[in-house]
Nanobody, 124 residues
Framework: QVQLVESGGGLVQSGGSLRLSCAAS????????MAWFRQAPGKEREVVAA????????YYGDSVKGRFTISRDNAKNTVYLQMNSLKPEDTAVYYC?????????????????WGQGTQVTVSS
């Protein structure tokens, strides 16, 4: 059974940092694009960051550019999201997702595997 399990969420003050992890099990994802999405209450799910299978191509949403960094450790079958300079508007449930292709996509419909989500709350 394929599973993606996120961890690292929590409550942080504005300007603080968090590092999310997404550990995959059941199969390897070292030939797959991976992404982080988020969904705030009353809003649609949006892509935060995405990376192709090798890490050579990366996408960031405009609202997180320069503050968030996606990375992956294929040996550990894990993808990370380092979040710095957090703002209250970053408050959301963050989801890890894996695609069945190597190239990046910013559309949630293109991702087959999803984690259960981890809550990130940034206080002002």
């Amino acid at each position: 059974q394929v599973q993606l399990v996120e961890s690292g969420g929590g409550l942080v003050q504005s300007g603080g940092s968090l590092r999310l992890s997404c550990a995959a099990s059941g199969r390897t994802f070292n030939r797959n694009a991976m992404a982080w999405f988020r969904q705030a209450p009353g809003k649609e799910r949006e892509v935060v960051a995405a990376q192709n299978w090798s890490g050579s191509s990366t996408y960031y949403g405009d609202s997180v550019k320069g503050r968030f960094t996606i990375s992956r450790d294929n040996a550990k079958n894990t993808v990370y999201l380092q979040m710095n300079s957090l703002k209250p508007e970053d408050t959301a449930v963050y989801y890890c997702a894996a695609r069945n292709l190597m190239a990046i996509s910013t559309s949630s419909s293109q991702y087959t595997y999803w984690g259960q989500g981890t809550q990130v709350t940034v206080s002002s």
